[in-house]
């Protein structure tokens, strides 16, 4: 895998080829642009298995947690019994058919148990049995994560940051996210979450579907001068 900003040198490269040189015609953030949809659009239309075992396409977020009232959001009314959630809405995720692109939720201890993460009407039903009570279980609602566990013992409510591994629908939107030690969850010269082969199939798509339209803005132009010239008596 590459970086987002290898990934935009290499376009810029194959665009010399076409002798595009232009500038105002192609920006970094256009080229930036066209990455995060093709990518986005390649992942929503492979199977939910394939995709879930793909790790090249996943990221990892730390998120603050902090205790919030279990009432709905759309409501005034507080329940008084409180629930874990994301201090901040979480990136926007590629949701599948029963799956919302969160493959792990746990502790920033990576020797620790992970959380079970379900939907919701699972999570709020988990953690009844005897071998599960201790569990806990999370949940993504309107690109929040929440967690619940029915313990007894109540040490999962001192819970303060949480990681999520998850496919984003946009990778950028992870810079926003600090680890631990305070740098960057993602940066432009992080690697970018696709695998090789994911990218030759891009980069194909991006000439034909992008770069193929911007070559035909000088010839355009020169074809309209050349009918002014023979309009001008």
Not at 115 to 143: L, T, W
């Amino acid at each position: 895998m590459a970086t987002l900003n290898e990934y935009i040198y290499e376009i810029k490269g194959l665009v010399r080829n076409y002798h595009i040189t232009d500038e105002d015609y192609l920006t970094n953030r256009q080229i930036e642009f066209w990455i995060v949809t093709q990518r986005a659009s390649w992942i929503k239309k492979r199977d939910r298995l394939f995709i879930h075992n793909d790790h090249s396409l996943m990221q990892t977020i730390v998120a603050d947690v902090h205790s919030v009232d279990r009432s709905f959001e759309s409501t005034n009314d507080p329940v008084h019994y409180k629930i874990l959630r994301t201090a901040t809405q979480i990136p926007k995720t590629i949701n599948f058919e029963s799956w919302d692109g969160i493959s792990m939720t746990g502790s920033v201890d990576m020797a620790s148990p992970r959380f079970n993460h379900v939907e919701y009407q699972e999570a709020i039903y988990s953690g009844n049995g005897r071998f599960n009570r201790d569990q806990i279980y999370s949940y993504s609602m309107n690109r929040y994560l929440y967690m619940i566990s029915r313990s007894h013992d109540n040490y999962w409510k001192l819970i303060t940051k949480v990681a999520i591994t998850g496919i984003f629908e946009d990778p950028r939107d992870v810079a926003e996210f600090s680890h631990v030690n305070g740098q960057p969850c993602w940066t432009p010269d992080d690697e970018y979450p696709m695998s090789i082969e994911l990218w030759d199939y891009m980069k194909a798509e991006i000439i034909r579907a992008n770069i193929d339209a911007l070559i035909k803005i000088p010839i355009d132009q020169a074809n309209d001068d050349n009918e002014q010239k023979r309009d001008t008596p």
